[in-house]
């Protein structure tokens, strides 16, 4: 698909001069020489980049800026003018414009211009495409109901008001910690939508590596460091990092993540200049930090700087109640995801077979549960036997019976005679059937000759 420029320039001769030499590159162009419904025209047709001179009759390119920002037109701007000073230059780059050229250009000049515009907007879609794309992941509730929950959720928005720059979240793995950071950080950086969110997996780099990723260096600071780095502290200024499974890293790099926590800057590696830095830091941990301490695996100084705000996720297992919110939420949203509007819901047995699982696996495990389910099963009605049999055979979940099927006998913890179960069996089917024994052998599924053998063998011939 052609990239598509827009013109807008009174002077012809500029616009036939721009239009000839871009379409020569492969653009799809059109060409205006006057300002009236400019941006109308440019929404409507939707370019990639507009030129825009600024001395237009009517209405300045300025004014156009203005009109085009205002209706929030995606395209790159790109001015033309005449104005040699910087003045012009500066006021439409402080209204959006991605770059200008002055009058008179060269051809190559302009090229050069058109492809760097070309390449941030490309850029900027990327961005929103990916925003959009992994937008469920950020600002969402957790789902639940329970207790355990409506605590955390009230704990987590008083953290959130109070704009807490430090917070601990813990809890064991799949429970949803990452989740809880990320409604954090939409939440406190709700107005600025470009705040970057950075997530660091301290237990998946070795210490020499996540000491580099984490704080950055200098040109020449080792053998390797061929020009200088930022760090991620750094380049998560203006919005948050987390560090996720804190207790793995090592207790020469906490001591430098503490200096960093209290001083709020942060020093590469081989530098000498401390790099001031405005963040939220959030770590989570499945691992308990307190025994930790007391091991001298973990730093007493840094678990108490990050457990002076702390959030704990509750195990999928003692908030039971809320397994049916989360089956059915993850059901809607999987059944979108794969085009399975045929899937309706869960029977009783199934919500009970779900219930009565321990989720070893928490959240995690359920979601994944459900979305395996939808992908492979072709039902209206999601039954027990469309589970994993690990998840039925260790469910406490009464088992489904089919109908009219007879229940299962529970041997009692002091155990029982067989032979005064079997002889009361018999008597009893005897009673039933009024002492028919075709009828008694009938409702003990043996043959004639079989209760024949078993009445004489119990001394029941006599039983009436």
């Given at each position: 698909?052609?990239?598509?420029?827009?013109?807008?320039?009174?002077?012809?001769?500029?616009?036939?001069?721009?239009?000839?030499?871009?379409?020569?590159?492969?653009?799809?162009?059109?060409?205006?020489?006057?300002?009236?419904?400019?941006?109308?025209?440019?929404?409507?047709?939707?370019?990639?980049?507009?030129?825009?001179?600024?001395?237009?009759?009517?209405?300045?390119?300025?004014?156009?800026?203005?009109?085009?920002?205002?209706?929030?037109?995606?395209?790159?701007?790109?001015?033309?003018?005449?104005?040699?000073?910087?003045?012009?230059?500066?006021k439409a780059m402080k209204l959006g414009a991605a770059d200008y050229l002055t009058k008179p250009f060269n051809?190559?000049?302009?090229?050069?211009?058109?492809?760097?515009?070309?390449?941030?907007?490309?850029?900027?879609?990327?961005?929103?495409?990916?925003?959009?794309?992994?937008?469920?992941?950020?600002?969402?509730?957790?789902?639940?109901?329970?207790?355990?929950?409506?605590?955390?959720?009230?704990?987590?928005?008083?953290?959130?008001?109070?704009?807490?720059?430090?917070?601990?979240?813990t809890g064991e793995s799949g429970t949803g910690k990452e989740l809880i950071a990320r409604n954090i950080h939409?939440?406190?950086?709700?107005?600025?939508?470009?705040?970057?969110?950075?997530?660091?997996?301290?237990?998946?780099?070795?210490?020499?590596?996540?000491?580099?990723?984490?704080?950055?260096?200098?040109?020449?600071?080792?053998?390797d460091a061929k020009s200088e780095k930022k760090g991620l502290f750094e380049m998560a200024d203006g919005g948050?990092?987390?560090?996720?499974?804190?207790?793995?890293?090592?207790?020469?790099?906490?001591?430098?993540?503490?200096?960093?926590?209290?001083?709020?800057?942060?020093?590469?590696?081989?530098?000498?200049?401390?790099?001031?830095?405005?963040?939220?830091?959030?770590?989570?941990?499945?691992?308990?930090?307190?025994?930790?301490?007391?091991?001298?695996?973990?730093?007493?100084?840094?678990?108490?700087?990050?457990?002076?705000?702390?959030?704990?996720?509750?195990?999928?297992?003692?908030?039971?109640?809320?397994?049916?919110?989360?089956?059915?939420?993850?059901?809607?949203?999987?059944?979108?995801?794969?085009?399975?509007?045929?899937?309706?819901?869960?029977?009783?047995?199934?919500?009970?077979?779900?219930?009565?699982?321990?989720?070893?696996?928490?959240?995690?495990?359920?979601?994944?549960?459900?979305?395996?389910?939808?992908?492979?099963?072709?039902?209206?009605?999601?039954?027990?036997?469309?589970?994993?049999?690990?998840?039925?055979?260790?469910?406490?979940?009464?088992?489904?019976?089919?109908?009219?099927?007879?229940?299962?006998?529970?041997?009692?913890?002091?155990?029982?005679?067989?032979?005064?179960?079997?002889?009361?069996?018999?008597?009893?089917?005897?009673?039933?059937?009024?002492?028919?024994?075709?009828?008694?052998?009938?409702?003990?599924?043996?043959?004639?000759?079989?209760?024949?053998?078993?009445?004489?063998?119990?001394?029941?011939?006599?039983?009436?």
């Amino acid at each position: 698909m052609k990239e598509k420029i827009y013109i807008v320039d009174d002077d012809e001769l500029i616009s036939m001069m721009l239009s000839r030499a871009l379409k020569s590159q492969g653009y799809e162009i059109r060409a205006d020489n006057k300002a009236d419904n400019v941006a109308e025209e440019v929404m409507a047709w939707n370019p990639d980049v507009v030129m825009l001179d600024v001395k237009l009759p009517g209405k300045s390119g300025i004014e156009i800026l203005k009109e085009l920002k205002g209706m929030e037109v995606p395209a790159q701007v790109i001015i033309l003018t005449a104005d040699d000073t910087a003045e012009t230059a500066v006021k439409a780059m402080k209204l959006g414009a991605a770059d200008y050229l002055t009058k008179p250009f060269n051809i190559d000049e302009v090229k050069i211009v058109i492809k760097n515009a070309l390449e941030k907007e490309k850029l900027r879609k990327e961005v929103n495409y990916y925003r959009k794309f992994f937008s469920h992941l950020f600002g969402k509730e957790i789902v639940g109901g329970s207790l355990p929950i409506r605590e955390l959720k009230d704990k987590t928005a008083k953290i959130i008001a109070a704009r807490v720059s430090t917070i601990l979240i813990t809890g064991e793995s799949g429970t949803g910690k990452e989740l809880i950071a990320r409604n954090i950080h939409a939440n406190i950086h709700g107005g600025d939508k470009y705040a970057p969110f950075i997530r660091v997996n301290c237990a998946a780099l070795p210490d020499t590596l996540l000491e580099s990723e984490l704080f950055g260096y200098e040109k020449g600071a080792f053998t390797d460091a061929k020009s200088e780095k930022k760090g991620l502290f750094e380049m998560a200024d203006g919005g948050s990092i987390l560090l996720d499974e804190i207790g793995e890293m090592k207790p020469t790099l906490q001591s430098k993540l503490l200096r960093v926590i209290e001083e709020r800057a942060v020093r590469r590696i081989g530098g000498k200049d401390e790099i001031p830095i405005d963040l939220i830091v959030m770590a989570t941990t499945n691992r308990d930090l307190a025994r930790a301490v007391e091991t001298e695996q973990f730093r007493m100084d840094l678990f108490y700087r990050l457990n002076a705000f702390s959030l704990h996720v509750p195990a999928l297992r003692e908030r039971t109640e809320d397994i049916r919110l989360l089956a059915n939420h993850f059901l809607l949203n999987f059944s979108a995801k794969y085009n399975k509007g045929n899937i309706k819901g869960f029977s009783q047995d199934a919500y009970r077979v779900l219930s009565g699982y321990k989720w070893p696996g928490n959240v995690r495990e359920l979601r994944n549960v459900i979305e395996r389910l939808v992908v492979l099963e072709n039902t209206e009605i999601v039954e027990p036997d469309h589970f994993p049999p690990e998840i039925v055979g260790h469910s406490s979940a009464p088992r489904q019976q089919q109908p009219g099927a007879q229940a299962p006998f529970t041997l009692p913890d002091a155990g029982i005679s067989l032979e005064d179960l079997e002889r009361d069996l018999i008597k009893q089917a005897l009673d039933k059937s009024r002492n028919n024994k075709t009828v008694a052998a009938r409702l003990l599924n043996i043959s004639y000759d079989s209760l024949r053998y078993q009445i004489k063998k119990y001394g029941l011939e006599d039983q009436n």
